[in-house]
Structure formats: structure tokens, C-alpha cells
């Protein structure tokens, strides 16, 4: 792999891309800015939040770059649904798809996604929360919180230094 490249927000996913940056000695690229040091059909490692179900700039990486692997970064408790569903909703098949908790900086967002988070923290807290994922979910998306640690890169680090030249 040449590089790692991201799609970030708020912040959390690029802390990620610059950790992993940090223990494979990849090169790390906005998605916006990879096309300066990138070539047309590079091999890479994407990393992207989720929103809605999408990885965020996925499909344009996947575009013009040979992608390796990618890994989804969002806020929720991941289950046994959660990489099924991201695989679906971002048409990724045989691709490697990891899963990274991020979180919420609900000062970085807009008017419109700082509601739209209250309105589902309203919804998961009406509902009844059905485990400690959700009653925690609650909380972050009103207050805020960071899932961000070195140990969560481990699997993905592992896969990148087996699959580099």
C-alpha cells in the first residue's frame, strides 16, 4: 500500500488516519489533497465517518484508487449487524471493512446535525434504550464524547503490514 487516506469531519477520523499514519509509516491524505500526491489506481487503506450508513468519501476514493481496505468510523456501539449493514450500504463486498468508534464533537457541527443528533438521542431515550451501547449513545450524541485510543488500530495495523510491500 502507498497511503492511507481519510475523509474527516469533525476530527476523530483523521486522529485515527494520523495514528495509523504514525505505526505503519504510511503517508497519511485528506481525500481532497491525496490527488497531489497520488496517482490514478495507487493502493491504498480508506478511512471514512459514517453518516447515515455511508462511509463518507468511500466512493470517490474507490474511484480512483485501488482500495485495500477500509475502515468506517461512527460513534454507535458496533454489534453483530454493524459491518453487514456498512457492506451493504457502501456496496463493499470482498473488501476488508473495520469498524472504529469515534465520536461526537457537537461544537464542530452545524445547527442542523446538532438537532438532527437531539432528535435521535430523543428517539433512543423514547424507544427505552435495550443496552448500554444506546443509554451511552444517549449521551453522546446531547454532550459529546471521544472513543479514540491507540489499541482500537491494532487489527488494522496487523492487516496493513501484512499486505504492504
Partial sequence: MKAIVYESNTGFTQKYALMLSEKTGLPAYL???????LHKGDEI?????VCAG???GYAKAAKIYSVKGTAAVGIMFPDE???PQ???NNKINDLPLFFLRGGVAPEKLSAIKRKIMNMIANTVE???PKNEGERELIDVLRIGG???????LN?????IRENSN
Fill in 31 to 37: 481525500l481532497e489533497n491525496a490527488k497531489r500526491e
Fill in 54 to 56: 455511508k462511509i463518507s
Fill in 146 to 152: 471521544d472513543f479514540v485510543r491507540p489499541e482500537n
Fill in 86 to 88: 456498512l457492506r451493504e
Fill in 155 to 159: 487489527e488494522i495495523v496487523a492487516f
Fill in 45 to 49: 487503506f480508506f478511512l471514512g465517518w
Fill in 126 to 128: 423514547k424507544a427505552g
Fill in 81 to 83: 449487524t454493524t459491518i
